[in-house]
């Protein structure tokens, strides 16, 4: 990975993916799906909502999706995620070479290879060949005390076809400081009519829409501390509750030379 180049959505570069990452404490390096996909939304959205903790733990991130610039300035719009941090690569190259689950792929004789992507994506939201999926759909719907409150109360969500829909609307579904019944839901929403309202401009060849994609953290000698390998759609994280669970016993750089 680290002779890797793909183009830089920010300029439209072909640069090294690891550039300017040389002196970093710590990098984490996410390799996403198709930059229209759910779990590429939802995990730039999950990184903008922990900003916080990523400064403090003095983390650089790169990030690979499939699409081309068009994609990733579309992407860069919509979830905030830095476009100098995003590079494209539009035939999943880097995410064969790193032996990433490519997804369900079954053959039907006759189907177009677009008709063919179609079919195993569809089979793939319906869990087959994409463990956990439905539990994790059914999680978004049902609420989750265990993970955090996404909404803020006066924040107002847009997701089409539905109204806005404030986020104390959401207490009526048992209180705050958690996630509640369909919160997860309507923001997956919101995120699937981005995706489907500029689908040519996030997918422009359907090839690749099964491929899921990975999540590697380097420690400052660029030794592999911690990576997850998805398996299945809305499976970006091994905790899904709180994606970003994995830094949490990362020591801040001020304390990590101490014995």
Known sequence: MQACQRQRV????????????????????????????????EYAQWLQREQDQIQQLGLTIRAVGIGDRDSGQRFCEFTGFPADQLFVDPTASLHQELELYPGLQLSIPGFSPAAKAWLNLLLMCAGIGSPGTLAEVLRGYRGDRSAPQLIAAEETVQAAPLPPIKGNFFNLAGGSGFQRPMELATLRLRNMAESLGHWRTYVPDTSYMTQRGGTFLFDRDRQLIYEHRDHGILGFSATMNRPLSFLDNLPTPSTASVP
């Open 10 to 41: 920010s300029d439209g570069a072909i640069a090294p993916v690891l550039a300017g990452t040389e002196s970093s404490d710590r990098l984490l390096v996410l390799i996403w799906p198709q930059l229209g996909d759910f779990d590429s939304l």
